[in-house]
């Protein structure tokens, strides 16, 4: 027997209430080692491994209309983020472009960085921008179909 | 598409709730297909006339037939 609730509505809830708390417990670890400098990598890979898996059953909770939302919300937000960062490295790509100074200033702030920094950086900002993207998307679609 | 699921759930009493129950979707989405935002799936609507125990046509009908009709 399953200890799982039989409705689909009710297995939704009981899944996203499961993502709530692990997000907290993420977030709760990433403060606790910002504010008191404790170890807790290996406490925080395991809820984040949990996090992700418990977003996949989500997702299968999903019914075909929540689903269809989040393919579009995908679509046009990280596209919306793709098309940021491409504007980005048009603007620094030029000489005397005012956001050379913002550049500037943001190497002054963080400290110049060598190839595996920036590389390093990239990567992380280029998903934040897309994912960025997405819950603006949604949250757009969600107050639209409210 | 049109479709008559806000005045068929009003002749049974039922709620968006109660309907989004029997058909194991969320609120919001009966709310979508109600007011036109969303056309259901084969399978959705085939589940819909189900829980209605209706044919889909008497339920769904193509913009076009809908207002050749009125």
């Known amino acids: ?146 | 598409m049109r479709n008559r699921l806000k005045v068929l759930r009003a002749e049974r009493n039922w709620s968006q709730a109660d309907l989004a129950d029997k058909l194991d979707v969320s609120r919001q989405s009966v709310n979508a297909i109600e007011t036109g935002k969303y056309d259901p799936s084969l399978p959705l609507a085939f589940k819909i006339a189900a829980v209605f125990s209706l044919p889909i046509e008497q339920i769904f009908s193509a913009d076009e037939v809908a207002q050749a009709a009125e």
């Open chain 1, 1 to 146: 027997m399953s200890v799982l609730p039989v409705s689909q509505n009710k297995r939704r809830a009981l899944v996203r209430s499961l993502l709530i708390m692990f997000g907290g417990i993420l977030v709760a670890f990433a403060l606790a080692a910002h504010a008191w400098d404790v170890e807790v990598r290996g406490p925080m890979l395991a809820a984040l491994v949990v996090f992700c898996v418990l977003a996949v059953l989500e997702f299968a909770t999903f019914d075909e209309i929540a689903k269809r939302a989040h393919y579009i919300a995908w679509y046009w937000g990280s596209l919306l983020g793709f098309i940021c960062i491409a504007l980005m490295q048009v603007a620094f790509a030029f000489d005397g472009s005012p956001f050379v100074a913002v550049l500037q200033t943001l190497m002054q702030w963080f400290g110049a960085a060598d190839a595996s920094e920036s590389f390093a950086a990239g990567m992380l900002f280029g998903p934040l921008l897309m994912a960025a993207g997405f819950f603006i998307v949604r949250g757009v679609d969600w107050l639209r179909s409210r």
